[in-house]
Each structure stands twice: as structure tokens, then as C-alpha cells.
């Protein structure tokens, strides 16, 4: 088989795509739009598997300024050309680019599902599983609404998503859940990527321990991206202060989660890392309370 690896050209999507036809999971679909033609700002190299003028594959390289220690990888070979060693050359040959970025990283790490021909790739050639995550969708009433009579205790309030506060508990939370691939978020990128206008934040709600005036700290936080309330279960980044006491994590967790559902359902991204979170979830995954949104995502990695 006589092929050809060239950088990446304008164009080459259009062409792999009529040949890959639908993405094999959520991962390959977002990976499928980082490939772009080579560039030293930002950083990425994308080669072009070339068969008699036909484009059969491609993979690409590139860094992440939010997770800085790994390059992010990914390899994508038409059905036709697999097991033929193509996949395997374009890894080699990613290596060698990343061995020369200018940061100095050459760790990879990407995204693949349980079962799929990506994870079978990921595992043959040497990356292992660094994180699991899950979309679970929590159904209305799934925890009991808690009542805040007393006006001392925990107090529930609507936060303004430009607030410093809310920021630094989302930054604080982020970083400490990403500690398997340490994550270097300031506050201004916190509040860009997460609550900022072009995040698509429309709302958030925080829990304090006690009242704001008496001293009370945020527990735990929500963030919907979901603009109008319709049937259809709300998208929300749901966060809790990590250096709390496991229980009362669990506890501020629960509660805000059950405020969340008290009509309508919600979608939550549940991180093995988020231990409170999972500890919550898990249970009313196993009652049916909760259930999958859709196949696991493993965050795979070399090193």
C-alpha cells in the first residue's frame, strides 16, 4: 500500500468525512473539529493519511493551556485501512512532533469510550484510563426538597455569575477535582470559560453553610447553561467545597441537588474524581432515580 503523510490542507475534512461517516462517540465528534492545518500559535501539528490521492486518515497534536502538563492526541483511520499499522505510524509520528513543541511537554492524553475501536487503539499502544466521567441525568423528585426554616443554618441564594466569590469557589473546586491532570485556572479564566457570556452560563444558585452576614461560606454551587426552562433536563456544572468534611460534602451536595430537581431534571458531567458528587449519585443511579445520558468517557493517557 502505497501512502503518503502530509500536513494537514484545507479541505481534508470535507473529504474524511464523507469516508469516516458518523463519529463513533461524543469524544471523536469534538475531537473531529481540532484538526486544522499546522500553526506554531496556537500550537498543534494535524497530518493527512493520503492513499492514491484519497485522504483515509488523520491525526493530530496540540496543547492546552487549561490542563498544561499533557498534549491533547487524537487519531482517526477510515474502516477500510484499519489494522494495517496506519494508526500505529501516525502515533510515531505525533510522538515526534510533540518530542519538538515548544513547550517542552510531550505527555499525550485523549478522549475514548468503553467498547469502542478508539479505546481498543488507546489500549494496544500503550495509554492507560487516568479519569472516568459519566453525563447522568438526575429525575425531578429523585432527593427530597429540604426545608431552611431556620434562619442561623444553611440558606440557599441565587448568585450573580460575575461574582469573585462564585468564581473563586468554581476555580477552587475545578482545580482541586483535576489534581490527575493538574489544572491551571485563574480567576479570569475561570470566569471566562465557565460563567462569562461566551460560556453560556444562564444562572447560578450557591448554598452557604449559614447566612453571608454571620461569615457563611458557599458549600456548594450550581451553574445551569441551559438559557430556558423547558422539559428537557437543564446542562449544570454542579461544584462543592472539597476541603469540607466528606459528609458534609455529600450533605451540600444532596441538598443543592435536591432543590435542582424539585421539578424539573437536570444533567450533571460526574467525574470518579468528584467523589461527593458520585457518592450522591451513585445511589440513585442503582434505584433508577437517575439514569445514563450515554456511554462513559475515559480520559486516557501515556506516563
Known amino acids: 500500500m502505497a501512502l503518503d503523510y502530509r500536513a494537514w490542507q484545507d479541505g481534508d475534512d470535507l473529504e474524511l468525512l464523507q469516508l469516516w461517516g458518523g463519529p463513533e462517540s461524543a469524544a471523536a465528534e469534538q475531537f473531529r473539529g481540532s484538526f486544522r492545518p499546522p500553526s506554531d500559535s496556537p500550537w498543534n501539528r494535524c497530518i493527512t493519511v493520503v492513499d492514491q490521492g484519497v485522504p483515509v486518515a488523520a491525526g493530530c497534536v496540540y496543547g492546552a493551556a487549561l490542563h498544561p502538563d499533557r498534549l491533547w ?55 492507560g484510563t487516568l479519569q472516568r466521567s459519566r453525563l447522568v441525568v438526575v429525575a425531578p423528585g429523585a432527593l427530597a426538597a429540604p426545608a431552611f426554616d431556620d434562619a442561623a443554618g444553611p440558606q440557599l441564594e441565587e448568585a450573580a455569575t460575575g461574582s469573585v466569590e462564585l468564581t473563586r469557589a468554581l476555580a477552587s473546586f475545578y482545580e482541586s477535582v483535576h489534581a490527575w491532570d493538574r489544572a491551571d485556572l485563574s480567576l479570569g479564566r475561570a470566569q471566562q470559560l465557565f460563567l462569562g457570556d461566551a460560556s453560556g452560563a444562564g444562572g447560578a444558585i450557591a448554598l452557604r453553610d449559614r447566612p453571608k452576614a454571620d461569615g457563611g461560606a ?40 435536591a432543590m435542582l430537581v424539585h421539578q424539573y431534571p437536570i444533567q450533571l458531567e460526574v467525574d470518579d474524581a468528584m467523589e461527593a458528587l458520585a457518592a450522591v449519585v451513585d445511589p440513585l443511579l442503582a434505584t433508577g432515580a437517575a439514569q445514563l445520558a450515554g456511554p462513559d468517557t475515559l480520559v486516557v493517557a501515556t506516563g
Not at 96 to 102: D, I, N, Q, T
Request: negative net charge; contains cysteine; glycine residues 8%.
Open 218 to 257: 458557599i458549600a456548594a454551587f450550581a451553574v445551569s447553561y441551559t438559557q430556558a426552562r423547558t422539559d428537557d433536563p437543564a446542562d449544570v456544572l454542579l461544584g462543592y467545597d472539597t476541603t469540607l468534611p466528606p459528609q458534609e460534602q455529600q450533605a451540600a451536595v444532596a441538598t443543592l441537588i
Open 73 to 127: 492526541c487524537y487519531i482517526e483511520v477510515a474502516e477500510d485501512h484499519r489494522r494495517s499499522g496506519i494508526g500505529s505510524t501516525l502515533l510515531t509520528m505525533l510522538q515526534h512532533e510533540a518530542a519538538a513543541s515548544p513547550s517542552g511537554v510531550t505527555l499525550l492524553r485523549s478522549k475514548v469510550s468503553p467498547g469502542t475501536t478508539g479505546a481498543a487503539f488507546a489500549e494496544a499502544t500503550g495509554f
